[in-house]
């Protein structure tokens, strides 16, 4: 069955410190994959997507993210984080064949720690 | 960038009564509505997808009775709570396909009481 992953429902990292978050997906096809952020009672904002081309995806607010066809993954990266990057992370993704719709994980907790 | 206006940011309503929750696409034309329900720390779970001009497709689970779907226009999508109850509380999210992608509204906070 298709399924998508977040491994670790809360990560915390110091200011200035690596963040990864990770995403996993299980299909024999590779879907389209997104990396979303909500701040507290708010909508969703895109950080980046990955569709087809250069599997190395840059997104906003110095996050990237890589597309592991091997390892059927998406992880999220930024080199340095901020505190204002202190949020609720989500991948998604779109299947192939499932019209538009969006699947999400169970989303990630970033704390940001001084 | 592609906005989606969602409102009310938050509403409180009585047991038994009725609530509805608007999306508009403000800058493009929305051909495809969905709409999520979140709960408190928890991931989005997709409720039902419309298309303008036809009825909406509800996920399994999702009572099409209870959460009325409009998308009468290509820039307006309602989502309406009827006879809504405690366990309707909950943090709903529209969002709008359009050459941009997907994009989300800012979410209504809806608790019943």
């Known amino acids: 069955a298709q399924s998508v992953t977040q491994l670790g429902s809360h990560v915390s990292v110091s200011e200035g410190a690596l963040v990864l978050l990770r995403c996993n997906y299980s299909?024999?096809?590779?879907?389209?994959l997104f990396w979303y952020v909500q701040y507290p009672n708010q909508g969703l904002q895109l950080l980046l997507k990955?569709?087809?081309?250069?599997?190395l995806v840059k997104g906003i607010n110095g996050f990237e993210a890589e597309f592991k066809k091997s390892e059927t993954s998406f992880h999220l990266t930024k080199p340095s984080a901020h505190m204002s990057d202190a949020a609720e992370y989500f991948c998604?993704?779109?299947?192939?064949?499932?019209?538009?719709?969006?699947?999400f994980g169970t989303g990630t907790r970033l704390q940001v720690m001084l | 960038g592609a906005v989606v206006s969602q409102h009310p940011s938050r509403v409180i309503c009585k047991s038994g009564t009725s609530v509805k929750i608007e999306c508009r696409s403000l800058?493009?034309?929305?051909?495809?509505m969905f709409w999520y329900r979140q709960f408190p720390k928890q991931s989005l779970m997709l409720m039902a997808t419309s298309n303008e001009g036809s009825k909406a497709t509800y996920e399994q689970g999702v009572e099409k009775d209870k959460f009325l779907i409009n998308h009468a226009s290509l820039t307006l999508s309602t989502l309406t709570v009827t006879s809504a109850h405690p366990e309707d509380s909950s943090f709903y999210i529209c969002s709008a396909t359009g050459l941009d992608g997907y994009t989300f509204g800012s979410g209504t906070r809806l608790t019943v009481v």
């Open positions: 998604a993704v779109r299947w192939s064949g499932t019209a538009s719709k969006l699947t």
């Open positions: 299909s024999s096809v590779p879907p389209y």
């Open positions: 800058d493009f034309q929305a051909t495809t």
């Open positions: 990955y569709t087809t081309g250069a599997t």
